[in-house]
């Protein structure tokens, strides 16, 4: 059974850092494309970044790029959004999405599994 658990989520002040964690059990976690996703209150589910393992290819979001890292531990097989320079309108429940064997970015529709989701709350 696929099972995606997210954490690292919480309360932080406009301009601080939170690191997500998406562990994943229940597939091979070295053939996968995996996806955080972030949904506000009244707000459609929104692509924030994703990641292939077959050759660690990432893609970010516009609104973004340049605060937001995706990475990932094959040994641990938990993939991380590392967020910087976080703004209140990053304020949402983060979730990450997996693919097993898929590559690159897919849409909010197309992902097989999700995670519970985890609130991020920036404070202006």
């Known amino acids: 059974e696929v099972q995606l658990v997210e954490s690292g989520g919480g309360l932080v002040q406009a301009g601080g850092s939170l690191r997500l964690s998406c562990a994943a059990s229940?597939?091979?976690?070295?053939?996968?494309?995996i996806g955080w996703f972030r949904q506000a209150p009244g707000k459609e589910r929104e692509g924030v970044s994703c990641i292939s393992s077959s050759d660690g290819s990432t893609y970010y979001a516009d609104s973004v790029k340049g605060r937001f890292t995706i990475s990932s531990d094959n040994a641990k097989n938990t993939v991380y959004l590392q967020m910087n320079s976080l703004k209140p309108e990053d304020t949402a429940v983060y979730y990450c999405a997996a693919q097993p064997g898929g590559y690159g970015c897919y849409s909010k529709y197309e992902y097989d599994y999700w995670g519970q989701g985890t609130q991020v709350t920036v404070s202006s």
């Open positions: 229940g597939f091979t976690f070295d053939d996968y494309a």
